[in-house]
């Protein structure tokens, strides 16, 4: 009896035995799952590969190799000496070749001998038509007589210019391919879909090392980093350097969702802050280059600044600072005829909004010469709309922003708001060479201390409105200052003119 029920309890612990082991690989296993996906998750992994995707569009990525010869007048030492505003001063790297011997200039009384020198430049560009089209920076090319294009298998193909536009930093060049070799070309994308995380890879020349692939993601977008009236840079940690300037830079997809052409670097090499035009910037441009030779932006006619909180309030401008504030508007312009005022704030354009003054240039540039618009302004608090019939902005002629500083001077006589005002006389007028028929307030004395000192207000200027009411006397400035305290308003708008007539707007605080 006690054998049989020995046996039955060994039975029952190695039947038991096997349980809890079965249980203990069900555990491990279960958290080895849920281990392994919370360690890697998907957003975290990145692309496994970039190859196939590169191997798809190098092809279309090319090296773009510039030269001119330029006449050099030789030094008093009889060397040769590179005028001032060669091309390329701004470009990656720059070979000089062929430097011929030094000019005479001896004491035998000869005249130095006229030398020329050859410069270089590399960069990187891509098709975007397998007819020949190719696209890079104008920096790129800059005024060069020889520009070759050279293929991903080494063919060099000579380049004739289509177009250039500085202001975007873009040119357009025509190859004629061989007939047995075709080319291949690349899309362009749509950089608006671009979310900063997005990955993007770039291809390109570093260094004259080309056919160089780097990977990263999209930074930020509309990136303003002042080099010109249209800046709406994307900003991407991938890899980019010296020669990759013209080259792609390209989405998931083998498409073009900007142009590879500034570096932020203390160093000259890449820091991971690099910057490309935006393809909706980009293709818009390249077509009208394509079509004419030459872009054609829309023109408005106006000289903005910025709003800030302080000139909202004072506006009585609804939803916080917004817009841009119109300071100038020329006597010949579109925004003229079409009833636009200075004091306007232009919130809205042609169904657009403007979000900042630096938006409008951009947006009115983009859009078709002679197009009638709608642009839609707060005036003295109120929303009204304006059709204007765009102009053409023609080369000499710039997006306007007010001007910020004028001369200094001193004395006094009545004082608002940190400011020493006296009335308008032929003596003040001669004193501060004030242009004749402009009328306001003389600024004689700002307070360092004050907010005004601050907005950079100066002697000299004049006070032409406050609070969008025309002031000629330092009383009404008293007395419409007094008037915005009684409502309660937190701050004044001044309308402040140069010596010269140009205007700007200042929001004083009025606590």
């Known amino acids: 009896m006690d054998s049989v029920v020995r046996a039955d309890s060994a039975l029952r612990l190695r039947a038991l035995r096997r349980t809890l082991s079965s249980v203990l690989i069900a555990a491990t296993v279960a958290t080895s799952v849920s281990v392994t996906g919370l360690s890697q998750p998907a957003f975290a992994k990145g692309p496994e590969s970039l190859a196939d995707l590169a191997d798809q569009v190098t092809d279309a990525v090319v090296n773009i190799s510039a030269s001119t010869t330029v006449e050099a007048r030789p030094s008093a030492r009889g060397g040769p000496q590179l005028p001032p505003g060669t091309p390329f001063e701004d470009l990656f790297e720059e070979f000089f070749n062929k430097r011929g011997g030094r000019g005479g200039g001896g004491g035998d009384g000869e005249s130095p001998r006229q030398q020329s020198r050859k410069s270089n430049s590399l960069g990187s560009g891509f098709i975007i038509d397998a007819s020949g089209i190719v696209v890079t920076n104008n920096h790129v090319i800059g005024d060069a007589n020889d520009i070759q294009v050279i293929l991903h298998n080494g063919t060099k193909l000579k380049a004739e210019i289509i177009g250039k536009d500085p202001k975007i930093d873009l040119a357009v060049l025509r190859v004629k391919p061989e007939a047995d070799k075709p080319l291949k070309a690349v899309p362009f994308g749509d950089s608006e879909k671009m979310r900063p995380g997005d990955w993007v890879i770039a291809i390109g020349n570093p260094f004259g090392l080309g056919g160089s692939v780097s990977a990263g993601i999209v930074s ?73 030779g030459e872009v054609r932006r829309g023109w408005l006619g106006v000289r903005i600044q910025n709003v800030d909180d302080a000139t909202a309030e004072a506006l009585g401008l609804k939803g916080g600072a917004r817009g841009a504030l119109i300071a100038g508007v020329d006597e010949k312009g579109p925004a003229k005829v079409s009833g636009l005022e200075v004091g306007d704030v232009i919130v809205k354009f042609n169904g657009t909004p403007v979000k900042s003054s630096s938006d409008l240039p951009r947006i009115v540039a983009a859009t078709p010469v002679g197009k009638v618009v709608e642009v839609l302004v707060v005036r003295k608090g109120a929303e009204t709309t304006k059709s204007v019939t765009l102009g053409r902005l023609e080369d ?81 400035v008293t007395k419409r200052v007094e008037q915005l305290r009684k409502e309660n308003r937190k701050s004044v708008l001044l309308m402040v003119a140069s010596a010269s007539g140009d205007v700007r707007f200042v929001a004083l605080g009025l606590d």
Do not use: C, H, W
Request: net charge negative; aromatic share 4%; charged share 20%.
């Open 220 to 292: 930020a977008r509309g990136r303003n980093i002042e080099s010109g009236p249209y800046d709406n840079y994307i900003q991407t940690d991938a890899a980019i350097n010296k020669g990759n300037s013209g080259g792609p830079l390209f989405n998931m997809n083998g498409e073009v969702i900007g142009i590879n052409t500034a570096i932020l670097s203390p160093t000259g090499g890449s820091v991971g802050i690099g910057f490309a035009v935006p393809s909706a910037t980009a293709s818009q441009v390249i077509d009208q280059l394509r079509e004419f």
């Open 396 to 476: 000499n002629e710039k997006p306007q922003l007010a001007n910020a500083r004028q001369p200094e001077a001193e004395s006094s006589v009545r004082q608002a708001l940190g400011l020493n005002l006296s009335n308008l006389n032929d003596d003040l007028r001669r004193r501060y060479g004030i242009k004749d028929g402009l009328k306001g307030v003389v600024v004689m004395r700002v307070d360092p201390n004050s907010t005004a000192a601050d907005k950079q207000i100066k002697p000299g200027e004049l006070i032409v409105e406050v609070g969008q009411e025309p002031v000629t006397t330092p009383a009404e």
